[in-house]
């Protein structure tokens, strides 16, 4: 399975400006995916860039009914103090997603940077939306380098 997965990472806050732009190049880079033979999605469910790109890998099941979308999750609850529309989109998008995997039930420092470890060791490819080099997101980049793993830059 693993040689038919890709990962996401990216930002947890995108600009506004640059959203439809972003959610383009996904559309682009997924299909592309797809064509060569990619059939799961792991995403990491955090606001921003991991729901944006759930949400176009739910859009493309339409067109394509054999991918599949995994939430990948570091603990229960996770959405817990957020606003009340990224709640929302949050939970649709884990109705809809094939499968949902929570590492852990509770917080536990460290627990973002194994579920983006985890991301990354499950898949063959990462596709990223990596604009500053420190942060979580750096940090996956960075290990996906460490071990191997090709990274597609939105």
């Known amino acids: ?22 959610q383009a190049r996904l559309y682009i880079v997924l299909q592309k995916l797809i064509e060569k033979g990619i059939q799961y999605f792991g995403s990491g469910g955090a606001m921003g860039f991991d729901l944006l790109a759930a949400e176009v890998v739910l859009e493309l099941r339409k067109r394509y009914p054999h ?40 917080y536990r420092c460290g627990c973002m940077l194994r579920r983006n470890r985890y991301l990354v060791d499950n898949s063959r490819g990462c596709v990223a939306y990596c604009t500053r080099v420190f942060g979580g997101t750096a940090y996956t980049v960075n290990y996906a380098k460490r071990v191997g793993i090709p990274i597609l830059y939105i």
């Open 1 to 22: 399975m693993r040689d038919k997965t890709c990962c996401f990472t990216g930002h947890r806050t995108l600009p506004q400006n640059e959203r439809s732009e972003v």
């Open 67 to 106: 991918i599949r979308l995994i939430m990948v999750l570091p603990y229960e609850n996770q959405e817990r103090g957020w606003d009340e529309e990224e709640v929302r989109r949050y939970h649709t998008i884990l109705e809809q997603a094939n499968k949902v995997v929570y590492l852990q039930r509770e």
